[in-house]
Structures are given as structure tokens and as C-alpha cells.
Nanobody, 117 residues
Framework: QVQLVESGGGLVQPGGSLRLSCAAS????????ISWYRQAPGKEREFVTI???????NYADSVKGRFTISRNNAKNTVYLQMNSLKPEDTAVYYC???????????WGQGTRVTVSS
């Protein structure tokens, strides 16, 4: 069974940084596509970034240049480094894995990020 566990969220001041982690079990992050999404209060869930099994990455325009996605294959974990955080980055951040072999999507439980002074 595929499971994702996010961690690293919290309260940070504007301009600060956080690193989120998404630890996977039951499937390999290096063989599949991992995405981060976020959902702000009262808004729909939106795409943030993606890393494919080949290592290609893509970012939403709103986070380009500030956020970086990476993975540690040995730890089977994907990271989201978030710098220069803004109040509008406040949201619950979710990790998603698309398992190529089964064509199935799995979500983590989310981790809350609050950017406020």
C-alpha cells in the first residue's frame, strides 16, 4: 500500500524559509511522479510543483524562483524548499504521487504552512 507522510510545516514570518518533506512508502519516488499542491482557506487546491521520474521539474508561476523541489532516493523522500515566503503562500500543502505502473494517484494528509508576522 502506498503511503505519503508530509512534515515540516509551521508558522514563519514573511521572507522566511521552510522545508517540507514527503516521505513515501510502498512505492519509489525515483520511479514515479511526485507533485506538491496547496489549498488556502476558502480556495481550491492548486498545483505548486512537480518532479518526474526522469528528474524534470516544473513550477507554478506564483512560486517560480522561490520554491525548489528535490528528492533523496535513498530516503525515498521528496522535499519542497520554500524561500522568500509570502502571506499568500499560507495553505495546507499536500504531496501527491502518481504511480506509473498502476496509473494511480495517492495523497498525503497535508502539512499546514502559515506565513504571518
Amino acid at each position: 500500500q502506498v503511503q505519503l507522510v508530509e512534515s515540516g510545516g509551521g508558522l514563519v514570518q514573511p521572507g522566511g524559509s521552510l522545508r517540507l518533506s514527503c516521505a513515501a512508502s510502498g512505492s519509489s519516488v525515483s520511479d514515479n511522479t511526485i507533485s506538491w499542491y496547496r489549498q488556502a482557506p476558502g480556495k481550491e487546491r492548486e498545483f505548486v510543483t512537480i518532479i518526474t521520474n526522469s528528474g524534470s521539474t516544473n513550477y507554478a508561476d506564483s512560486v517560480k524562483g522561490r520554491f525548489t523541489i528535490s528528492r533523496n532516493n535513498a530516503k525515498n523522500t521528496v522535499y519542497l524548499q520554500m524561500n522568500s515566503l509570502k502571506p499568500e503562500d499560507t495553505a495546507v500543502y499536500y504531496c501527491n504521487i502518481y504511480v506509473v505502473r498502476s496509473r494511480a494517484n495517492y495523497w498525503g494528509q497535508g502539512t499546514r504552512v502559515t506565513v504571518s508576522s
